[in-house]
């Protein structure tokens, strides 16, 4: 014996009413799973640790202030000694024509003709 279809959405109605869910007889996608996770930013802003105070931070909120980073100095001091040597980074081109000029730089083959005898 088969239930009418009136009497089957009335019991869904009642059924959604109670379990405090969507009623969505055509069952059409809603997104409504997904909605009613929980938010994750919360717990995400939580598992990584509070941004602690630098340096760098203090000289950027008090720039009349002589501080002394020794880290920064000895990164400095360690590229000078590079550039020195020849081992550092290589200078910027200024226009776009310095830019193009090693860019299109190819060699050419190199032709070898035969040798001609007279006799």
Same mark, same amino acid.
């Given at each position: =014996?088969?239930?009418? #279809? &009136?009497?089957?959405?009335? @019991? =869904? ?12 007889? $055509? ?11 929980? @938010?994750?930013?919360?717990? !995400?802003?939580? /598992? /990584?640790? #509070? ?6 931070? @203090?000289?950027?909120? /008090?720039?009349? !202030?002589?501080?002394?980073? $020794?880290?920064?100095?000895? #990164?400095? $001091? &360690? !590229? ?18 310095? &830019?193009?000029?090693?860019? &299109? ?15």
């Amino acid at each position: =014996m088969a239930v009418a #279809r &009136s009497r089957v959405l009335d @019991l =869904m109605k009642v059924q959604c009413r109670i379990f405090s869910t969507t009623y969505n007889p $055509e069952r059409l996608r809603t997104g409504n799973k997904v909605l009613r996770q929980r @938010l994750k930013g919360p717990s !995400l802003a939580a /598992y /990584y640790p #509070r941004r602690v105070v630098t340096l760098k931070d @203090l000289q950027k909120a /008090y720039p009349d !202030l002589e501080t002394w980073d $020794e880290d920064e100095e000895d #990164r400095l $001091e &360690s !590229l000078q000694i590079a550039k020195q040597r020849g081992k550092g980074a290589p200078k910027k081109k200024r226009t776009a024509e310095e &830019s193009k000029k090693f860019a &299109s730089r190819k060699k050419k083959p190199v032709v070898i003709e035969p040798k001609r005898t007279t006799f």
